[in-house]
Every structure is written in C-alpha cells, then in structure tokens.
C-alpha cells in the first residue's frame, strides 16, 4: 500500500503538537503492496499492472513509481497534488481484505467505515459522513466502481475481488468527481481484460465455518481484436457469530456472492469499448445486535436483564436480510488526433428485502419490515487535451437519474401471537412508510493545468451543477391496540381494522410531496511549487457541496423538513517527497475546513413528549475542522517493507440548535472523528527452500470517538467508543515457481472487545439503556492461491 497526501491550511499548533506526542508512540511504520507486472505484454499493460500497486521492488531496493488516475488521466500517485492512498489489487487478495468494501478505510488515515456484516459501510474521512440509515441520501463521500458514481450507500458495500487497485482521495473533490464528494472520494478499478491468459484461483476457511472461494481467468478471445474476463466470488459463513439466548440458536451467518464478466474490444486503432456485467447476492440470518443497562441492576426495560457477554444476543422476532444487486457499464474510448474522448455509461440496480426485531430484546415490543428497491443510470463524457501542454485540460458532461421506491412498517403483535418474554405491557400497534423518491443532475465540468515555470504550475477547477428531487411520501400510525393481525409471518400484508383518524396518532400521520431543485458552483485551486527534484509543496484551496435532502424517516410530522445542500470550503498545505534513492517516500499536509449547513441525524425522544421518539435530520449553521496527517513508506532492503500513518483531527461544531427547541449543542463534535489514528504495517520476505516466505503484520489504533452529535456524554457511554487499537498478523509460503501460495492468519490478535456502532434506545422511565453492535472478535484462518 502507498498513502499519499495533498495540501493543507490553518491549524491550531498547541492541538497538533498535543496529538503528536500521544500518537507518535503509538505507530511509524507498515506494510504495504508489491506489484507483479511480469506477465504484461506491453507498455500499456505495464503500465497498467504498475497502477495496481502501490510500490514495486527494484533492482536496488527502491519504491517504484504508481499511476493513478485521480486526476481523470494517467499520472505519477507522488505527482498529485491531493491527499491519496492508492491500495494495490493483488496484495489486498494476498493479505484477505475485501470482503467488505468498508475495509479498505483501515489502512487510510483519519478515516473509517463501520460496518455491520458486509452490509451499507459507513463512510467517514476526515470527519465527513453521513450517520442517517436512508436509502435515498447519499454519503458526502463518493463512492466509485470503474469510475462509475453510486448513489445508493447500502449499494457500495459490494465485495471486492480481482481489482486493480482502489484510489482513495480525502478532502473535496467537487470538480472531477462532482457533488457529495465533499469528504472525499472512492474509486474502486477492477482488473482490465487483456490478450494475455491470466488469472487465479482462492479458497479460504476460518472461523464460523466461514468459506471463501474467489477466482478470476482472461485472456483474448479474437486476436487483436477481443478480450475477456470473468471473475467471481463466494463467502459462505455457515454457522453465524451470536448466540440467541431466546432460542438457542446461533445468529449472525451470511452468504456473500459475487460475479463480474467484462468484454474488452478494440474496434479501430483510435477506438475502445469495455462492458462491465456484475452482479451480487447477499443475505444475512439472525440478529446481530443487542441492548446494554446503565442501570446497576442490570435491568434494561419491563424486568429483562440483558447477558453482558459480547458473544450473546437475545431476539423473539425473525431477524434476516436479501439483497440483490446488478449492474453494467460500457467505456468507450476515442482517439481524435492529439486529444482523448471518453464516455462512460453505467446502470445500478439494487432491491433489498429485510425483517429485523425492532427492541433487540426477548420482549414483544417492535419488530420491523422493510423492502426498496433503487435504480439509477449516469452519462459522463470528457475530452482531455495532451497532457505535456503547457497548458493541458479535461473538460466534460455529467447527467445522473436515480429513482428509489421503499415499502418499510413497524409493529407490536399482540400478546401469544409470537413468542416473547413475560413482561411486555404496551399495546398492540403498527405504523408504515412508503415513498416514491427521483434525482435528477446534470453538471458541466473542467479543469486545467498551467506549467508557468519549472517550479511552478497551478490547478484551477469548476463544476456547475444543477439538481432536482421530487418525494411522494405516506406515513401512517395506528392509534395503540386497534390493529389485528391475520398472520404472525405475514403480518405487514395482513394488518386489519386500524384506526388512523384518532387525536392521540395525528402528528404520525402525513403525506409530503416536495420538490426542489438546487444549483451550485464547486471550483478548486492549487499551486504547486518544486522545492527540489524530490520534494514539492502544495496549497490547495476547494469548495465542495453535499445534496439536499428530505427527513423521509420522520415518524412524526414535526421532524419533515428539507435539509439544504451542505457546503464546505477547504486549506490544505503539504509536502510530498522521496529519499534516501527512493527508497522512502514522506507526505505530510495540514488542513482546515468551514463547514455551513452541516447535514446530520439527530435520534432520541422528541422535546416535550418523553414517550415519543423521532428521527431528525436537519442542517447545522456552522462547523469547523483542523487537522493533519503524516505517512511514511519505507523500503530499507529488499526483503523489508514499512509503511505507516498518522491522523491527527479536532471537529466541532459553532453554531448548533437542535429544531423543536432540542437544546444548543454548539462545541459537540463530529461522528466518528477520534482525535488520532494511526497505522504500522509490515512486511518480512525471506527465500526458503527456493520458495518464499513472508511474515506479515499490521496494527491500526482509533482515540475515543462518539457514534452521535448528540446526546455525547459519559450518562450515555454506551454511544461512544473509548481509543482501542487492532492487530492482524499473516504467514505466507509461496512455492518455487511463484504460483502457489499458502497462509495462516489471525485477525484482531489481542480480541479486543469494542463497539462498532450503537443505536439510541433510552427512554426516561421506560428503557434504561442503548442498543449495541459488537465489533468482530478474534478470529482464524487458512487460505490457498493458485496464479495461473
């Protein structure tokens, strides 16, 4: 793996040198990814083979150059003005991680993405994220698949398998990469068909009675003329995590699979097309989440006391989930002369189906269904001059059209309808939401690069985009008691005899039909001086913006509100350098953000009735951000690779009232945003018996961050995670040849307990305490990988 940073602004020295000496200790080095260009077959293979690796052993030792394409073109991954970290395909394979797209996060600093199983990550960089559960509100970390934007956040946890390397940017990225990039941005690149056979085979069981097989072969198809690739990938953990206290049962398995087929065509000497057909289906049984007491009795709510065993939940409802999702896009690329066209068409279908035990409890008090389904289609056309122009520019045409349906409902059966735990006193109930959601974008783009002198060259950027979304919304509550049920399985289709016209329910039924449109201008900015030939300077300065929105979990008609774009405005100064002969490469940045009309999701009981609890999600006036990062990679000898990383960050918000007269939460911080993170990873390769072996070890720490902007005190502890850090160790055999590889791993080596998220379930005087997902423990494995 190779980070790589970008510029930086104003920061507060006292707060840097504080987190400097508490984290400086914790980490300085680490691993990181070796490339295998061997088999390319000509200069565009080995260049894109060089792409997929964030460093290449040469001759002497030295770290060897990356091409990315954050920049919309080819360019050197150290001669990008931006803050990147560039994961190499074939050593995320090697080292296990891709089973969830989340994972990737943990090698980047001041960045995270909690996930539950392989489900919707949560994507947070430098403080930016979004922490409401909506379909149809995007993350303002844009996330990528061959370049191609996906919307839907539930739809970008798709697995990753045979890639060529992951590029992820941190800061605003609204010009190339457009809206809701205003944390950053993913971009995910498959591996490419070429006229060369290659390929490989994996197969992995661990613990659970996990089993994983992965693959991929290519090769041409007509001379010259076709090329293709098909790869897949399966994850069965047949016997799941949990156990289910109610039922005796073990919760928590899931299946994981994952096919991808590309066609490859060069149809003239100044023409190319790539067809990308995948497809995924992902399903979950049991429950995975449990409740935790802040009382000293233990008891959470009605005289249940809950285990504190973080391997023991306890569920009466059904608890499971199916998504399936599919999707295709076509790159054409066209030579017109000296100058380069690109179009990418993509289309991305996602349907998902899930029951859920709403209390996480034994107790009959909630239990949840919900299905939705999203389909969105994107157009983008960009013409590039010559990139050794004095004066070289990309410039392009963006439209986006996405449209979500979603069918979700509530409710408490009655009485021995289900089984449940004796103690449950509240009245029979049921509730449902269903909403027709469209988006509708189109931007017009540019960006060009000014050579002024051999030191000196400047970046100048615009985006102008406008955007409409138009929302049918139907909220229904029943008044407590009235409704019946004709079938405990069914029980959302057979609802009965409700009564929706009483006084005690008339704020919980509404129907919204808004429809706005937005328009907005993000541009970037950035010098870049040559302090030597191997070190540069940069100051970036961006203006990035998050879609608006709509509050479509409302549960009371109060908390229905349009939520205003998010703007952001970035100042970043950085360095980035190699030495000793290239053998170590350093980048550090400072930055600092203004943030305005902060989007975020307040949860808990609704102001002036302590036994109603809303959703909000609303604007925040202002916010800031100070923070900055160092990473270092090292290669000292040729058997030897250090790569590590230092994330310094502080976020607060200035101007915060929560609507409804919630309160003044001004000096809260941001979700997810520990003051310090750090990585130290390394890599041991040693020959043995003409073969080769390779101790492998990696360890990241987080400082204590909170899961919400509010309630963030120590009454309420169960919604924050205290510092921890993760360690993760490999042993790897590969046979002479090169071909064959064996390995023995351990995650989370010190099974450490944490949280990985939380969910607010305190009610005054009802229920004393919150709901928790543990975070995964300590588990083992062995693998084998064949290349063809």
Same mark, same amino acid.
């Given at each position: ?31 990181? $990814? ?33 091409? @990315? ?19 190499? +395909? ?25 996930? !539950? ?10 403080? @930016?994220?979004?922490? /409401?559960? *909506? ?7 844009? $996330? ?12 970008? =946890? ?14 605003? /990225? ?33 613990? #659970? ?94 005289? #249940? ?110 009485? =021995? ?10 009245? @029979? ?16 783009? +540019? ?36 409704? /019946?049920?004709?079938? @405990? ?122 036994? *109603?609890?809303?959703?909000?999600? !609303? ?93 963030? &005190? ?45 969910? &607010? ?11 928790? #997902? ?15």
């Amino acid at each position: 793996m190779q980070s790589q940073q970008s510029p930086v602004t104003r920061f507060k020295r006292t707060a840097i040198s504080r987190e400097l000496r508490a984290v400086f200790a914790i980490a300085l080095s680490g691993s990181a $990814f070796a490339a295998n260009a061997a088999h390319a077959e000509d200069q565009a293979e080995v260049a894109a083979a060089a792409a997929s690796v964030p460093y290449v052993v040469g001759e002497l030792g030295a770290l060897q150059t990356v091409t @990315v394409t954050a920049q919309k073109r080819e360019e050197k991954a150290q001669s990008v003005p931006s803050s990147i970290t560039v994961l190499g +395909g074939k050593e995320l394979l090697d080292d296990g991680v891709g089973r969830s797209a989340s994972e990737i996060l943990n090698f980047v600093p001041n960045a995270s993405a909690g996930t !539950q199983q392989h489900g919707r990550p949560r994507w947070w960089i430098r403080g @930016v994220g979004a922490g /409401q559960q *909506q379909i149809d509100f995007p993350n303002p970390v844009g $996330f990528y698949l061959d370049d191609v934007y996906i919307s839907n956040s539930s739809a970008t =946890g798709f697995p990753l398998f045979d890639l060529d390397r992951v590029e992820v940017l941190r800061g605003p /990225q609204g010009t190339l990469w457009g809206k809701n990039t205003t944390g950053g941005a993913i971009n995910v690149i498959s591996k490419k068909p070429s006229f060369r056979t290659s390929g490989y085979f994996k197969a992995d069981y661990g613990s #659970y009675d996990t089993k994983l097989l992965e693959g991929a072969i290519g090769g041409g198809l007509v001379d010259d003329v076709l090329a293709g690739r098909l790869s897949f990938h399966s994850e069965d953990q047949g016997e799941g995590r949990f156990t289910n206290l109610f039922n005796g049962r073990k919760d928590g398995a899931l299946r994981d699979s994952a096919v991808r087929a590309q066609l490859k065509a060069l149809i003239s000497k100044d023409l190319s097309a790539n067809l990308n057909l995948h497809y995924r289906d992902y399903k979950t049984d049991g429950t995975i989440t449990t409740v935790a007491s802040y009382a000293a009795n233990g008891v959470y709510r009605n005289g #249940y006391i809950p285990s504190t065993n973080p391997d023991d939940i306890s569920a009466n409802a059904p608890a499971n989930s199916s998504v399936k999702q599919g999707g295709g896009q076509l790159a054409l690329e066209y030579q017109l002369g000296p100058y380069s066209l690109n179009s990418i068409t993509g289309f991305e279908n996602y349907r998902t189906e899930s029951q859920g035990d709403g209390d996480n409890t034994p107790l009959e008090i909630s239990r949840s269904r919900s299905a939705a389904k999203s389909r969105q289609w994107s157009q983008e056309l960009r013409l590039a001059s010559p990139q050794e122009d004095k004066v070289s520019w990309v410039a392009g045409l963006f439209y986006f059209n996405e449209k979500i349906d979603s069918d979700s409902a509530s409710a408490r059966l009655p009485n =021995g309808a289900a089984p449940a735990l004796a103690g449950s006193t509240q009245p @029979v109930g049921y509730n449902s939401t269903i909403y027709n959601h469209e988006a509708r974008s189109f931007a017009v783009f +540019g960006s060009a690069t000014a050579t002024i002198s051999d030191q000196l060259r400047a970046i100048l950027g615009l985006r102008w985009t406008t955007e409409t979304k138009d929302l049918d919304l139907r909220r229904k509550q029943a008044a407590s008691g009235t409704p /019946q049920f004709g079938s @405990v399985d069914n029980w959302w289709n057979t609802v009965s005899g409700a009564n929706y016209a009483a006084a005690a329910v008339a704020n919980n039924n509404f129907v919204s039909t808004p429809s706005t449109t937005w328009h907005a201008l993000t541009w970037d900015f950035t010098p870049e001086y040559k302090i030597s030939s191997t070190a540069r300077a940069y100051f970036k300065a961006a203006h990035g913006i998050k879609s608006g929105g709509y509050n479509t979990s409302a549960t009371d008609v109060r908390a229905l509100n349009t939520v205003a774009p998010e703007t952001l405005n970035s100042f970043e100064l950085g360095l980035k350098s190699e030495w000793w002969e290239n053998k170590l490469n350093f980048n550090a940045n400072l930055f600092r953000y203004n943030y305005k009309n902060v989007q975020v999701n307040i949860t808990g009981v609704y102001n002036g009735d302590p036994t *109603q609890s809303v959703n909000y999600l !609303q604007n925040v006036s202002k916010a800031h951000v100070n923070g900055a990062e160092f990473e270092l990679e090292l290669q000292p000898v040729d058997e030897l690779h250090i790569n590590a990383n230092i994330g310094i960050l502080r976020t607060e918000f200035d101007e915060f009232n929560i609507q409804n007269n919630g309160g003044n939460r001004s000096g809260n911080e941001f979700v997810r945003s520990p003051h310090g993170t750090a990585l130290l990873q390394a890599d041991y390769r040693l020959p043995v018996a003409n073969g080769k072996l390779v101790a492998s070890a990696d360890w990241r720490y987080a400082s204590k961050q909170y899961y919400y902007v509010d309630p963030q &005190t120590d009454a309420r502890g169960l919604l924050n995670q205290g510092g921890y850090g993760i360690g993760n160790a490999r042993l790897s055999y590969t046979l002479p040849g090169g071909k064959h590889t064996f390995s023995a791993y351990v995650n989370n080596v010190g099974d450490k307990i944490y949280k990985n998220h939380t969910l &607010t379930s305190f009610v005054p005087g009802t229920v004393n305490g919150d709901t928790v #997902y543990w975070g995964a423990r300590r588990t083992f494995g062995l693998s084998y990988t064949a290349q063809l």
